[in-house]
């Protein structure tokens, strides 16, 4: 890893003669030009199926891409008759996987249910780096997606006791952010330009993201703790991974 990669990515120690402090409210406001139309951005069409499937607002995407007959909790969220009680069991289901617990409220939202919990469900950071993006996806079972700038793609799903331990404090940090901030009602952004960060927040009422300058947002009071804690937590998956081949 190159010295410049590890100041954009880790944030640790960022050195700067001049920096602006900015609230992470005012990242929100974001015109026209901006905003561009493409979600993929990655070259190969694989990675940005995988990087497309982490934020979990495209049932159609994932009944696609899983093989029939669907058995559960599929059969439950590909039907359209499925009821909100349906969605629910699937919810309250502690074996559930995270990321169809989201595609469960986002249908009861699409529905006209207003989800009785208000519950984090995933951390998504993207980094934009000069020759591509970083993605690290967390979600509260513990599980967890990286997608490196290259698109090579780490898959994490046997947890242990110190990536729990990094999970839980990254969406202890989350949560402080989700709470003082709305949901976002507008379609999904692109993935940040090169020289922002986004961290967006899945939760049972809807998408929620911050994103800004790298060295804005690293240094930002409200965003920084989570997204030093992802750092340590998307550092220690890589080493974990590196140490079993």
Request: hydrophobic content about 35%; charged content about 20%; glycine content about 4%.
């Amino acid at each position: 890893m190159t010295k410049s990669k590890k100041i954009i990515l880790f944030g640790l120690i960022i050195s700067l003669t001049t920096i602006l402090i900015m609230g992470l409210f005012s990242f929100f406001k974001k015109t026209p030009e901006q905003i561009t139309s493409s979600t993929d951005p990655y070259k190969d069409s694989s990675t940005n199926l995988i990087y497309n499937l982490l934020f979990c607002d495209n049932l159609d995407l994932y009944k696609n891409n899983t093989k029939p007959p669907y058995t559960y909790p599929f059969d439950i969220l590909f039907s359209e008759t499925s009821a909100i009680s349906d969605l629910q069991k699937i919810i309250d289901d502690s074996s559930t996987d995270a990321r169809l617990k989201v595609l469960s409220y986002n249908r009861q939202i699409a529905s006209g249910h207003k989800p009785i919990k208000k519950e984090l469900l995933a951390v998504i950071v993207e980094v934009g780096l000069d020759t591509g993006l970083d993605a690290l996806a967390s979600f509260n079972d513990g599980t967890a997606r990286y997608i490196n700038q290259t698109g090579k793609i780490l898959v994490w799903e046997t947890t242990d006791e110190k990536s729990n331990e990094l999970t839980q404090d990254l969406f202890l940090k989350s949560q402080n952010i989700v709470n003082q901030i709305g949901a976002w009602d507008k379609p999904r952004r692109p993935a940040p330009t090169k020289g922002n960060v986004r961290i967006t927040f899945l939760v049972s009422d809807g998408l929620y993201f911050g994103e800004g300058p790298i060295d804005v947002l690293f240094n930002d009071p409200m965003a920084s703790p989570a997204l030093t804690s992802a750092t340590y937590l998307m550092k220690y998956l890589t080493e974990k991974s590196l140490e079993t081949k």
